[in-house]
Nanobody, 122 residues
Framework: QVQLVESGGGLVQPGGSLRLSCAAS????????MGWYRQAPGKQRELVAT???????NYADPVKGRFTASRDNAKNTVYLQMNSLKPEDTAVYYC????????????????WGQGTQVTVSS
């Protein structure tokens, strides 16, 4: 069974920092793009950042210059360093991975973590 498990969410004051982690586990053959999405109450899920296996990154405009995505391919883990947090960053943050897994052969699919809450408030 393949899983993505996030950690690192919590409550932080405006201007503060948090670091999210997401570890993929299971019968993984290869991980292509990993990313972070978020969903605020009453809003659709939106892209935050993506990172390829080679380290190329892409960021949504609202987080550019404040958030940094990185990954450790040896650990099948992606990180999101969030600095200068704002109240509008409050959301459930989801990890996403485009992976090939060993399941009666090699099958490529898109996987989601369970989400971790980030609350930015004074």
């Amino acid at each position: 069974q393949v899983q993505l498990v996030e950690s690192g969410g919590g409550l932080v004051q405006p201007g503060g920092s948090l670091r999210l982690s997401c570890a993929a586990s299971g019968n993984i053959f290869n991980i292509y793009i990993m990313g972070w999405y978020r969903q605020a109450p009453g809003k659709q899920r939106e892209l935050v950042a993506t990172i390829t296996s080679g380290g190329s990154t892409n960021y949504a405009d609202p987080v550019k210059g404040r958030f940094t995505a990185s990954r450790d391919n040896a650990k099948n883990t992606v990180y999101l360093q969030m600095n200068s947090l704002k109240p509008e960053d409050t959301a459930v943050y989801y990890c996403n991975a485009d992976m090939s897994v060993r399941m009666l052969g090699i099958k490529r699919n898109n996987y989601w973590g369970q989400g971790t809450q980030v609350t930015v408030s004074s």
